[in-house]
């Protein structure tokens, strides 16, 4: 009888450790890391205007943005003292166009680009942009983009944030440390994300493994 009830002991310790680590799991506070490099996003009308009317962006790779994904398809952009060249165009297509670089970018092309989010266009300054089949020089809409993470209205509750928030975020490891102006973007058409551009990830020795952590 002793034996039987040690085994018992045994199993429901086993039962209540593994319920335990399931529910570590699930409230876990490490968020995945996104890098992205300079790219740009296009309206329907500065698309033709650079590759012909009526075309259609060629998807190369889905992204981890539900619905977002990178083109096949690549422009320069110049500036008034130096180009780029091979500059990724993601989609879909936009309302307006968005040419987001590195803030190394804005030397070589001789521009100043503020550090905004994704959609905050006013009174940024434009950029030459040249495709196959002509150029279009726009008045605005070159920015550094701002390091932001993605999340749902769930994972907002869960990690103690709300949308438009600004938070820091620590990274760990031998070059890891906190970087602040971190801005939640909440809704229901995101993933759960942290980006940065290739710049900030490589400050800290960070790749697409990597994950980061919220703190305030």
């Known amino acids: 009888m002793d034996n039987l009830e040690s085994v018992l002991r045994l199993l429901l310790d086993a039962v209540k450790s593994n319920g335990k680590k399931a529910v570590a799991q699930s409230t876990t506070s490490e968020i995945p890391v996104g890098i992205s490099n300079r790219h740009l996003h296009l309206s329907q009308k500065d698309l033709e205007a650079l590759f012909g009317k009526d075309y ?7 992204l981890s943005q539900p619905g977002q994904y990178a083109c096949k398809e690549v422009v320069t952009l110049c500036g008034p003292k130096g180009a780029i060249e091979k500059v990724r165009i993601l989609g879909p297509v936009r309302s307006k166009t968005q040419v987001e670089v590195l803030a190394g970018d804005c030397i ?44 749902t209205p769930e994972d907002a509750k869960n990690l103690g944030v709300h949308d438009g928030e600004v938070v820091s975020i620590k990274v ?45």
């Open 172 to 216: 760990q490891g031998l070059r890891g440390g906190v970087y602040s102006n971190v801005a939640i973007r909440a809704n229901d058409a995101s993933g759960l994300e942290c980006h940065l551009d290739i710049e900030e990830a490589n400050a800290m020795s960070i790749n697409s493994k990597s994950t980061v952590t919220i703190v305030k």
């Open 56 to 62: 259609e962006l060629a998807k190369l790779k889905d």
């Open 108 to 151: 070589k092309l001789g521009a100043a680009a503020d550090v905004r989010l994704s959609g905050d266009l006013s009174r940024t300054p434009g950029v030459t942009i040249v495709g196959p089949k002509g150029s279009v020089q726009i008045e605005e809409g070159l920015v550094v983009a701002q390091r932001h993470i993605h999340m």
